[in-house]
């Protein structure tokens, strides 16, 4: 039988609240589905789409086939766009809505009768798969200089699916004791990728209490060394059960 330790993280831009966080986490240790979500800033109530996409889809049975995300995403953007109507809107923001929302995501489903994963991604949210400090896969980016500022996101709406859902990724995998998934905003992937192709990357950095990662990715970021953008980590270890 198999185990999952789990650690999360979710902080703002520095300087900003956490209120005003677009990126979001969700998931549901019953089920193994985990989900990390990153809001356009520039686009209509990103913040929401992020939490409705993340939140949503862990309380799912399917959307692990590109078929089934699509179908999901396009019922999960026409109630957002629902959720507008009404509003007292000025011009600019009505433009905005027309267009809609976006964000990145990445959602696993891990199997631990196996134990294995499965996982659909589209933008710069990134899973990693990591055993004893190698990095064993990463998607549906792969290195850090692969991260731009005009990712494709998963959009509200459905006019614009034809265009962007080609660019989703379903990938799977094996799992072994110890091995640990970290499911990533783009910040921090790009920085945890960087972390590996320089050599030195290490899989426990995300130990101490959350005064302390966030003084340290605040010193990362003061440094130059992470992008100033907000900041969601999951880490999930699989671990055999000692009876």
Known sequence: MWDLQLRQLLLPKLDHDASECEDA??????????AVTDGATEAFHAQQWAKNLAEHWVRNEATLTLDEF??????????????????????YSEEKART??????????????TPS???????????????????????????SENFNSTPI??????????????????????????DVLFLMSDAAASWCLQCFENGDFDADFLTGDDEE???????ER??????NDDIA???????RRIN
């Open 25 to 34: 986490i969700a998931f549901d240790i019953q089920t193994g589905r985990f």
């Open 70 to 91: 699509r179908n999901w995403v396009a019922t999960e953007g026409r109630e957002l766009h629902d959720s507008w109507k009404g509003l007292n809107l000025s011009w």
């Open 100 to 113: 809609g929302s976006f964000a990145a995501f990445v959602g696993v489903e891990i199997d631990l009768k």
């Open 117 to 143: 994963w499965k996982a659909i991604a589209l933008g710069d949210t990134c899973l990693l798969h990591c055993r004893g400090g190698a990095l064993l896969k990463s998607l549906p980016l792969s290195r």
């Open 153 to 178: 996101l998963v959009a509200s709406n459905a006019a614009l699916h034809e265009s962007t859902m080609s660019s989703a990724m379903v990938e799977s995998g094996v799992c072994e004791n110890g």
């Open 213 to 219: 990662l966030r003084r340290f990715f605040d010193g």
């Open 222 to 227: 003061q440094a130059g060394r992470i992008r």
């Open 233 to 239: 980590i999951v880490r999930i270890e699989i671990k």
